[in-house]
């Protein structure tokens, strides 16, 4: 049994005022810095063997008190990098929606029909993504992992291990610093936590 672990970075200001971020490098925030603390604190009872996160600080800073915990390197996988949201980066949803109203009310009712002018669609993701968790799998069986990416990349690969197309996008929430588990066994995955946010009590 192979046991993934996937986090969603912690806050950053971006999120806490709402702005579309996706591959703009957006560090923490204080918050983020103490939500990725509790995170690693939270998972000391597991025995991970390997951390891999998304080449952007806020995955990256997630990640490192989690490295540090098991006196482990964080290995980057481009595969966890969030979305390209191509002209809509730094933009408000209220924004995108006034400049790129058609588009931006496809995103919100059908996100698997929706490419943001000059990014990426959700299937784009989904193919870099899942081939990531592919090579984690292979180079860590009978092992835990722990990856570290974002809420559009956490959201489509837990949308590929539950078997739902990409039009259940907006049916899956990814707090920020949330955990998620599975377990693969014999090439099926078992769902043990989703979007657990416990951890982060009293922050």
Not at 69 to 96: H, M
């Amino acid at each position: 049994m192979t046991r993934i672990i996937l986090v969603r970075h912690g806050q950053t200001e971006w999120n806490r005022i709402e702005r579309f971020r996706g591959q703009m490098d957006v560090p923490l925030n204080e918050m983020g810095h103490r939500q990725a603390q509790a995170i690693a604190r939270a998972l000391e009872k597991w025995p991970v063997a390997a951390v891999y996160a998304s080449p952007l600080s806020r995955a990256q800073d997630t990640a490192r008190p989690i490295a540090a915990a098991f006196q482990l390197l964080i290995q980057t996988s481009p595969g966890l990098l969030d979305i390209n949201y191509g002209r809509w980066a730094c933009l408000t949803p209220q924004e995108a929606g006034e400049q790129y109203p058609e588009m931006h009310t496809l995103w919100r009712t059908q996100p698997h029909l929706a490419c943001p002018s000059g990014g990426e669609s959700l299937a784009d993701v989904r193919e870099r993504a899942v081939a990531a968790l592919r090579q984690v799998l292979a180079a860590h069986a009978e092992q835990t992992v722990v990856l570290v990416g974002h809420q559009v990349v956490n959201k489509v690969l837990c949308c590929a291990i539950l078997g739902l197309d990409l039009s259940h996008f907006w049916r899956v929430r990814q707090s920020n610093a949330c955990i998620n588990m599975f377990e693969h066994h014999d090439g099926v995955f078992e769902i043990v936590l989703l979007n657990d946010t416990c951890h982060l009590a009293g922050l």
